[in-house]
């Protein structure tokens, strides 16, 4: 008698504070115990003391660190704009009426459930074995050449992303195809809106509320890159494809900068939380307009 009168049944309640508790001891502590670190000189061992914003000035200061931003910087932008086209056009092939429609979403969609890591392992193998193989039976030196170890591994890392990436972005603008009203797309064909002309007036617009998730998670994904460079070249030839991420675990767990590392992990937080609100804030205009 007593359960009915609470709104919410208590098990919801008892459900929300167990991830609550676990969430903040796992994820917030541990946050909070590294901007603390951020201002001493800990190794990760031992005793440690106070040095002020020291870190945060070899952060901004050190040619590597500032090398690794821009790679990150470079690759998050390269890789969203490519891979938000590349899906986009896949969610209106596959929304469209097609054959085999729902085989071909199952296909597009195992990448994303095998995970990035597992996916850079298996094109670490493609790119260093089997396509030097082809290249040496064709004869073809462009292919001999594992592209993992040249200057052109940033695009192989890119492709690799776009590969397994897709098609969660896929995903979403499906959804937003067919939260679309068909008749807004008769009253369209009567004002002569048809094929590409549909697209750019009609079928973009109303997938605003989609471009805008997409746009969002994509930039934070990629920042945060870390995975598949790990997988693929290590940060390597040299540092020429070390990301922010893989600086941080290479550096502060292999090469005793631990509070550098960890301010510099602050660093890249406050760089994605203020790109982040700022893609929120002009996305979400863009969809007022639309609306």
């Given at each position: 008698m007593k359960a009915k009168h609470w709104k919410v049944n208590p098990v919801y309640y008892i459900g929300v504070g167990i991830m609550a508790i676990l969430f903040f001891t796992f994820h917030t502590v541990p946050f909070l115990k590294g901007v603390f670190y951020s201002f001493t000189d800990w190794k990760g061992f031992g005793d440690w003391n106070f040095v002020g914003l020291k870190n945060y000035g070899v952060v901004f200061s050190n040619k590597d660190?500032?090398?690794?931003?821009f790679?990150?910087?470079?690759f998050a932008l390269v890789s969203t704009i490519l891979v938000n086209i590349v899906s986009l056009f896949?969610?209106?092939?596959?929304?469209?009426?097609?054959r085999f429609k729902s085989f071909l979403r199952g296909v597009y969609f195992l990448p994303y459930m095998l995970g990035m890591l597992i996916v850079g392992f298996?094109?670490?193998?493609?790119?260093?074995?089997?396509?030097?193989?082809?290249?040496?039976?064709?004869?073809?030196?462009?292919?001999?050449?594992?592209?993992?170890?040249?200057?052109?591994?940033f695009w192989a890392i890119v492709f690799v992303t776009i590969w397994a990436g897709c098609a969660f972005d896929t995903l979403i603008y499906m959804a937003g195809l067919q939260a679309i009203d068909k008749e807004i797309y008769e009253a369209a064909a009567l004002d002569g809106a048809i094929g590409w002309k549909r697209f750019i007036r009609v079928t973009f617009p109303l997938l605003a509320p989609s471009f805008t998730i997409n746009m969002v998670l994509s930039?934070?994904?990629?920042l945060m890159v870390y995975d598949q460079i790990m997988a693929m070249t290590g940060g390597g030839p040299g540092k020429s494809t070390t990301s922010i991420a893989v600086m941080i675990y290479k550096q502060g767990l292999g090469h005793g900068q631990f509070a550098v590392q960890t301010a510099n992990a602050v660093v890249l937080f406050i760089v994605v939380v203020v790109i982040s609100v700022f893609q929120l804030r002009v996305l979400e205009k863009r969809e007022e307009k639309v609306g």
């Amino acid at each position: 008698m007593k359960a009915k009168h609470w709104k919410v049944n208590p098990v919801y309640y008892i459900g929300v504070g167990i991830m609550a508790i676990l969430f903040f001891t796992f994820h917030t502590v541990p946050f909070l115990k590294g901007v603390f670190y951020s201002f001493t000189d800990w190794k990760g061992f031992g005793d440690w003391n106070f040095v002020g914003l020291k870190n945060y000035g070899v952060v901004f200061s050190n040619k590597d660190i500032l090398s690794a931003y821009f790679f990150t910087f470079k690759f998050a932008l390269v890789s969203t704009i490519l891979v938000n086209i590349v899906s986009l056009f896949l969610a209106c092939g596959l929304s469209a009426n097609v054959r085999f429609k729902s085989f071909l979403r199952g296909v597009y969609f195992l990448p994303y459930m095998l995970g990035m890591l597992i996916v850079g392992f298996v094109f670490n193998f493609i790119f260093g074995n089997l396509i030097p193989e082809l290249g040496r039976a064709v004869k073809s030196d462009a292919l001999s050449t594992n592209i993992l170890g040249s200057s052109h591994a940033f695009w192989a890392i890119v492709f690799v992303t776009i590969w397994a990436g897709c098609a969660f972005d896929t995903l979403i603008y499906m959804a937003g195809l067919q939260a679309i009203d068909k008749e807004i797309y008769e009253a369209a064909a009567l004002d002569g809106a048809i094929g590409w002309k549909r697209f750019i007036r009609v079928t973009f617009p109303l997938l605003a509320p989609s471009f805008t998730i997409n746009m969002v998670l994509s930039v934070k994904s990629y920042l945060m890159v870390y995975d598949q460079i790990m997988a693929m070249t290590g940060g390597g030839p040299g540092k020429s494809t070390t990301s922010i991420a893989v600086m941080i675990y290479k550096q502060g767990l292999g090469h005793g900068q631990f509070a550098v590392q960890t301010a510099n992990a602050v660093v890249l937080f406050i760089v994605v939380v203020v790109i982040s609100v700022f893609q929120l804030r002009v996305l979400e205009k863009r969809e007022e307009k639309v609306g």
